[in-house]
């Protein structure tokens, strides 16, 4: 158990709707990460979130946004869904100090949410 | 960050030591080597990293060269839990702290 937690675990929905994913980070970890897996581009980064702000973005389509609240709790909302954004959609996070800083600092992984669309 | 190069597929027999090599050629000075598995769709797991000097943890030992470009993860005891597909990566610090995922190398722990 990473300490990371996603939910749903699945989500199914049709073609244009819109779901939002939800992550609770470690205890102490200021970042989130959002990442994707599909069978056909491998494990993707999407964008990532430092005590509220974000901080780095990937391969984020605009259909796709992203938030970390106050509590550090983020949320992934995806929407206009299209049958290729079916992936398993993994939230991370770590202590990662700040822009700047020395030091490496591992990133843990939730056990994701499977997203299909239909 | 700097690429990676990793075998797609190894086998190895539970209880041997199962070494997974990664070419990492352009890394830089600054760049630490970072090795993930991943467990059949399950969120990767972290499992050492290192800048220069050999590491040991728990989990595995992570040898790496004096010229720094290429590093094995030793696995001293493969089991069949440590079936998964595992991930070298390397990355700078102080541009954002992602992970850059490639293709991994597949091990097969088998009785």
């Known amino acids: 158990d990473s300490g990371v937690t996603q939910t749903p675990k699945h989500l199914i929905t049709a073609t244009g709707q819109r779901v939002t994913l939800r992550c609770s980070p470690r205890s102490g970890d200021l970042s989130v990460y959002w990442y994707q897996q599909s069978l056909d581009q491998g494990l993707q980064f999407l964008i990532q979130y430092y005590n509220g702000e974000e901080r780095a973005k990937g391969n984020i389509l605009e259909r796709f946004s992203a938030q970390q609240f106050p509590d550090l709790h983020s949320e992934l909302n995806l929407s206009s869904l299209e049958l290729g954004d079916s992936a398993l959609y993994f939230c991370a996070s770590s202590v990662d100090p700040g822009a700047g800083s020395s030091g490496s600092y591992e990133q843990y992984f939730g056990p994701g949410t499977r997203l299909t669309v239909t | 960050d700097a690429k990676t190069t990793q075998p797609p597929s190894m086998d190895c027999a539970e209880g041997r030591a199962a070494n997974l090599p990664c070419n990492h050629s352009t890394i830089s000075g600054n760049e630490y080597v970072y090795w993930y598995r991943q467990i059949h769709s399950q969120g990767p797991q972290y499992i050492i990293h290192?800048?220069?000097n050999n590491e040991t943890n728990e989990m595995a030992s992570l040898i790496i060269t004096e010229d720094r470009k290429s590093s094995t993860l030793i696995l001293p005891h493969a089991t069949l839990r440590d079936t998964a597909v595992y991930y070298c990566?390397?990355?700078?610090?102080?541009?954002?702290?992602?992970?850059?995922f490639g293709g991994g190398t597949r091990l097969m722990v088998k009785p």
């Open positions: 290192g800048l220069k």
């Open positions: 990566i390397v990355r700078r610090h102080n541009a954002g702290n992602m992970l850059t």
